[in-house]
């Protein structure tokens, strides 16, 4: 009789931490927006020059789809980067005025927008924090042989979208980035969540819009460079 008590709390047990395992993965937010407040780091910036560049960046989400907007200069210059993860395209649109470009590539090429860099190191830390109201994990980022000091990030894993940091230094992180580091072209970039809403998005988001002149990777480069200056 005790042997059987036994085994009836230990299944109980089970189906508790079972239950809780599936309800941390039905919480978890698949479709929506994130804000990012940014933050520019290069001491050699005027303060002019700061107030024109972009303040913030938003990422709409869904279905392992993503759409990532920054736009600079009152509206003027908007820089767009769609992952369509269906169809296996990365999609970057850049605006100026009333000219508009795209490039369109496969999903696995390197990143127009964010430099890479080579040999970074994550090394995730003992410590969580919230932020937006998800618990973000503490990583250490360093960059061997180089003159780039360690600096921390955070990302949680409460959102849910596959292959979120394939256009970042990233990549190996499982994540969403929370509050991290990146380097457009001259510009040092750090970013940090300030509004996560879980609603509805359009799949159109995740389209080639018309409009758009397709050109060249080397030529998207070029515009995006002249554009930095």
Do not use: W
Not at 73 to 84: E, L, R
Not at 160 to 165: A, G, K, L
Not at 203 to 217: C, H, K, L, M, T
């Amino acid at each position: 009789m005790k042997y059987r008590f036994t085994v009836f709390i230990i299944l109980i047990g089970l189906t508790i931490f079972s239950s809780c395992d599936k309800l941390k993965q039905k919480d978890r937010i698949k479709e929506g927006f994130i804000e990012y407040s940014i933050e520019y780091l290069n001491d050699t910036l005027d303060s002019f020059m700061i107030g024109l560049l972009p303040k913030k960046m938003v990422i709409k989400f869904k279905d392992n789809n993503t759409l990532n907007k920054i736009e600079g200069f009152s509206g003027i210059v908007s820089f767009t980067h769609i992952q369509n993860y269906r169809e296996k395209k990365n999609i970057t649109l850049v605006k100026v005025l009333n000219k508009k470009y795209k490039y369109i590539e496969k999903i696995n090429e390197s990143s127009i927008f964010f430099e890479e860099l080579p040999g970074i190191k994550i090394e995730p830390q003992n410590e969580v924090k919230e932020i937006c109201g998800f618990k973000a994990q503490k990583a250490k980022v360093s960059v061997p042989d180089t003159n780039i000091n360690p600096f921390y990030i955070y990302y949680t894993k409460d959102i849910s979208i596959n292959n979120v940091n394939s256009q970042t230094p990233y990549k190996s992180i499982d994540g969403v980035l929370m509050e991290f580091q990146v380097k457009f072209y001259d510009l040092n970039m750090k970013l940090t969540a300030t509004k996560v809403q879980e609603t509805e998005i359009s799949s159109d988001f995740f389209e080639v819009p018309e409009g758009y002149q397709a050109i060249n990777r080397k030529t998207m480069v070029e515009i995006i460079e002249l554009l930095k200056q």
